[in-house]
C-alpha cells in the first residue's frame, strides 16, 4: 500500500507540474518580455504544495521553472527559480494537511510578496536598476488583482479536487497515523 501512495504522489506532482510548465509557456510566449511574466504557473504548484506537502511543492517548482524556461526557448537564469521555490513551499508551510481558505489567502500574499521580492533581485541582478524599476510598478500594480485570481482559482480547484478524488484524500489521512 506504501509505494500505491507514493505512486500516486509522484502521478500528482508530475501532472501537476506539466499543467504548470504549459501556463507559463503560453504566458511567456504571450507577454514575450524575459524581464517580466505573471505568476499563473503558481497555480499548480501551490495546489501540489498544498496537498502532497512543501518538499513536493519545490521539487515541482524547480522543476517546472525549468523545464518552462527550457521550452519557451529562453536563457536559464536560476535566481529566478527563487520566486517559482516560494510559490512551492509558503503554501504547504502554511496548509499542508490543515487546509483553510483563510490560510489560504494570507499563503498566496505572503508567496506573491515574496516572488515579487526574489524576481526584484534576480532582474536587477541580470537587467539593472532601470528594468527593475519598471517592471517592479508593473508587479505592484498587478499584485493585488493577480492574488485575488490566484486565490479564487487555486481555492475551487482545491475544494473540486478533494470532491472528485476522495481515495487520495483518504490515502493523505492514512498517512498521518503512520
Given amino acids: 500500500m506504501r ?21 507559463d509557456v503560453l504566458l511567456k510566449y504571450v507577454i514575450n518580455i524575459n524581464s517580466f511574466g505573471l505568476p499563473f504557473y503558481a497555480i499548480p504548484i501551490i495546489i501540489g504544495s498544498v496537498m502532497l ?12 521553472d525549468a523545464l518552462g524556461v527550457l521550452f519557451a526557448g529562453y536563457a536559464y537564469q536560476p535566481l529566478y527559480a527563487l520566486a ?36 526584484t533581485f534576480a532582474n536587477y541582478f541580470y537587467w539593472g536598476q532601470e528594468t527593475t524599476m519598471a517592471t517592479l510598478a508593473a508587479r505592484l500594480v498587478l499584485l493585488p488583482v493577480n492574488s485575488v ?7 475551487v480547484l482545491y475544494v473540486r479536487l478533494s470532491h472528485i478524488a476522495p481515495e487520495y484524500m483518504m490515502i493523505k489521512r492514512a498517512n498521518n497515523t503512520q
Fill in 84 to 119: 517559482a521555490v516560494g510559490w512551492g513551499v509558503i503554501p504547504g508551510l502554511f496548509m499542508y494537511r490543515k487546509y483553510s481558505a483563510v490560510k489560504l489567502v494570507f499563503a498566496v500574499l505572503t508567496a506573491y510578496i515574496f516572488a515579487t521580492l526574489s524576481n
Fill in 53 to 64: 506537502g512543501p518538499i513536493y511543492g519545490v521539487m515541482m517548482a524547480l522543476v517546472g
Fill in 3 to 23: 509505494k500505491n501512495t507514493e505512486l500516486l504522489k509522484v502521478a500528482l506532482a508530475v501532472s501537476l507540474t506539466a499543467m504548470s510548465v504549459v501556463i
Fill in 149 to 155: 485570481v490566484i486565490f479564487i482559482i487555486s481555492h
